[in-house]
Structures are given as structure tokens and as C-alpha cells.
């Protein structure tokens, strides 16, 4: 059973490795104990995301109901023949993770498979579901069953995967109206996206970013290297988005170059090492 275990999370690894570098040098910087039960998170949440954003040729909506189905029955027989959603059991067993989580992050995912003119309230229960319980799944590893410093965290958390999350809003606001026809940001017209909506956006994800930093300072300390970069890598990517003007967001995809990603985590990493976090 240990050999079967290693491997499942050598597949979550790999499909980590594939998909996100910038997620990947994140998890690298992490203490080791955190690698696989990171990956496993991430491996789930991705290929619960693929489903809806990638499989057009495929019925989403059965295929989404069939891994849902599985995700549980994974979790209650702490085993499955799927190594992704083993992995996931395994983490989300051994840290506790409720299922409400799990079940927020699915109902996001489901919301993905319509197209969804996105108010207030239903922008706010996506961000939720599909970025901030990410981000409470993996609190809950990293503070290993320590229940007071996780709801002491918990709030911090959540501003910070909701601060990702808008950041993505933003750089594939394109691609997200283009490909599947979709505009998170409520009263927002994607065809008529002006300045004054790009800077209230902005203004909104600056102060996730500083009530998330509040939670980052007082992380464990194995797990404060790896979030602080995920932190330092977004909020780059932000100030390079807000640089931009709304045209151009509105035609082009921002992103960071690999040796810039680079130079972000050796500059984290001697912050860290010299007490400067």
C-alpha cells in the first residue's frame, strides 16, 4: 500500500509540474513534509477545472457528476484506483478537511458549465468555491490539526486565494470571453471595458493583497516561504496588469517571463533567509 500511495502522489506531482511553474517553485520552497499533500490539492482542483474549461468534445456535465461522485466515495473507503482523487483522500483524511470545502469548490466548478451573467452575490460565492477553500484545504495542512492557529488564519487565507483569483479574472479576461463566454466581474461589459472598471477592480484586489499579507507574517514557518512567494509572484503580476491600460487587457494575455519567475523566487528566498518577511 505504501508504494501505491508514493505513487499516486508522484501523479499529482507530475500533473502540478505540467500544468503551473509558478505553483511548482511555490510548493518547492515549502518544508518537504507539505510537497505531497500540496500536490494532491492541486492535482484534484486542476482536473476538476479541466473538466469544464477543456473537454469540449465530452458531456462536462457527466463527467463532472461521475469525478464528484468518486471524490466522495474516495474519501469514505480511503481508497481509489483513480491516483489523483487517492492522493486527495489521503489529505484529505489524514489533515481533516471537511467536506464543505470540497463540496464549495464542486458547486463553483458546476457554475463553469453555464454560461453565467455574474452579480454581486454569485461572483462573490464563485471566488469562494473555486479559489478561497483552495487555499483553507492547504491552511489545513499546514497547520496540522492546530484548530485555533487555522481560524486565526482562516480570514487571511481566504483574501489571499480570492486576490489570486481576481488577478486570473483579470489576465484571461480575454480569453475567458473569447473561449467560453464568460465575464466574472459583475456589471462589467467585457466589449465596452473602460478604465474607471479596470482601476475599481484594482482597488478591490490591492486590499485582498494587504489583509492576506497579514496572515502570511504569522504563518508556520514551513509553510511561510512557499505562500509568500505565490504571494510575491501574483502581486508582480498585478502591478504589471495595472501598468496596462483596459484596451490592452482586453486584447492581450500579461504574463511574467520564466527567468523573471526566477529572479522573484531567489530574491523571496534571501528575504526570507535574512528575517526580512
Do not use: W
Not at 184 to 197: H, R
Amino acid at each position: 500500500m505504501e508504494l501505491f500511495d508514493l505513487t499516486t502522489f508522484k501523479c499529482s506531482k507530475l500533473i502540478t509540474q505540467h500544468y503551473s511553474t509558478s505553483f511548482t517553485l511555490g510548493i518547492r520552497t515549502l518544508h518537504k513534509r507539505f510537497h505531497y499533500p500540496v500536490y494532491a490539492i492541486y492535482g484534484f482542483v486542476r482536473y476538476a477545472d479541466e473538466i469544464v474549461d477543456t473537454f469540449h468534445q465530452h458531456d462536462k456535465t457527466t463527467l463532472l457528476n461521475r469525478f464528484e461522485q468518486e471524490t466522495y466515495q474516495a474519501i469514505e473507503e480511503k481508497i481509489s484506483l483513480n491516483p489523483v482523487l487517492h492522493s486527495f483522500q489521503r489529505v484529505v483524511n489524514q489533515y481533516n478537511i471537511p467536506n464543505d470545502l470540497i463540496a464549495a469548490f464542486l458547486r463553483s466548478m458546476r457554475m463553469d458549465l453555464e454560461q453565467q451573467t455574474y452579480d454581486d452575490p454569485l461572483y462573490h460565492e464563485y471566488i469562494y468555491g473555486s479559489a478561497e477553500v483552495v487555499g483553507l484545504m492547504c491552511l489545513r495542512v499546514f497547520c496540522e490539526g492546530n484548530d485555533v492557529q487555522y481560524q486565526s488564519l482562516e480570514e487571511p487565507a481566504r483574501k489571499l486565494g480570492a486576490a489570486f483569483q481576481k488577478v486570473n479574472f483579470l489576465r484571461d479576461i480575454k480569453s475567458d470571453y473569447d473561449e467560453r463566454g464568460r465575464v466574472y466581474f459583475p456589471d462589467v461589459n467585457f466589449n465596452d471595458f473602460t478604465q474607471t472598471a479596470k482601476q475599481q477592480i484594482e482597488q478591490d484586489i490591492q486590499q485582498d493583497f494587504d489583509e492576506a499579507y497579514q496572515g502570511i507574517i504569522r504563518l508556520p514557518s514551513g509553510s511561510k516561504l512557499g505562500v509568500y512567494l505565490a504571494y510575491v509572484y501574483y502581486l508582480n503580476l498585478f502591478k504589471k496588469i495595472k501598468q496596462c491600460s483596459a484596451a490592452r487587457i482586453a486584447q492581450e494575455r500579461i504574463r511574467i517571463p520564466d527567468n523573471r519567475k526566477l529572479a522573484l523566487l531567489i530574491g523571496t528566498y534571501f528575504r526570507h533567509r535574512f528575517n526580512y518577511l
